[in-house]
């Protein structure tokens, strides 16, 4: 497609369930970054993956966030056991392989916890 | 020191007027410094970026000042229009060199441009 994809772009679950968000980034980009986004806040990074490397994990909140990526394409963040502050809109975005490669968005997924 | 601090949280600036949004960071190892612009229900998309070996990066009404021995950065919007109306965001990295992007970004401005 033309531009990151994520899906789906609302879900509502109740406490306690466990929740999928997908991504689908530009073909041809390598690095891959997932960020959420409270309510009036700003961009909290989670989960970044670039190529074969190991991801750099370090703005995962907790054990019950995780993220998976096949290869250079499609990604899944999926979080375990919600609770109401997880409630946000989750952000994925990718990039060409370089260290100042521009961040193209997806239009998020808003994870709504009753 | 991975924190980038953003002001001021909100904004009003008449059509025609300057809005200024500023940043702070504390990490000397930050080396590429964006603007992120978001819509109402959309992502956020770069907007204009400068790195630390100048002082000023102006493309159209688009302005950014930095000054590396403060630590600071700033946007300035010339004549600014509703259109500009939006929250933005700064954002800081490092690594120079390397293949990723990882980005730590402010807080956001909202802006709203009073026609």
């Known amino acids: 497609g033309a531009g990151v994809s994520q899906s789906p772009s609302n879900k509502v679950t109740e406490k306690g369930k466990d929740v999928e968000l997908r991504c689908d980034p530009i073909s041809g980009h390598t690095a891959l970054y997932w960020y959420r986004q409270r309510l009036g806040q700003g961009l909290e990074f989670l989960i970044y993956?670039?190529?074969?490397?190991?991801?750099?994990k370090s703005g995962l909140p907790s054990d019950r966030f995780s993220a998976e990526r096949t290869g250079e394409s499609v990604s899944t963040l999926t979080i375990q056991r919600t609770q109401q502050e997880d409630s946000a809109v989750y952000l994925c975005a990718s990039s060409r392989g370089t260290s100042t490669g521009e961040l193209f968005f997806g239009e998020g997924s808003r994870l709504t916890v009753l | 020191q991975q924190q980038v601090k953003q002001s001021p949280q909100s904004l009003i600036v008449q059509k025609g007027g300057i809005s200024i949004i500023n940043c702070a960071y504390e990490?000397?190892?930050?080396?590429?410094f964006p603007w992120y612009q978001q819509f109402p229900g959309k992502g956020p998309a770069l907007l204009i970026a400068i790195r630390p070996d100048v002082s000023e990066k102006k493309e159209g009404r688009f302005t950014i000042s930095f000054n590396k021995s403060a630590k600071q950065f700033s946007l300035h919007i010339m004549d600014s229009q509703p259109g500009d109306s939006a929250t933005y965001f700064c954002a800081a990295s490092m690594g120079y060199g390397g293949a990723t992007n990882k980005l730590i970004f402010g807080t956001g401005t909202l802006l709203a441009v009073q026609p």
């Open positions: 993956f670039q190529g074969n490397s190991a991801p750099d």
């Open positions: 990490n000397t190892a930050f080396d590429y």
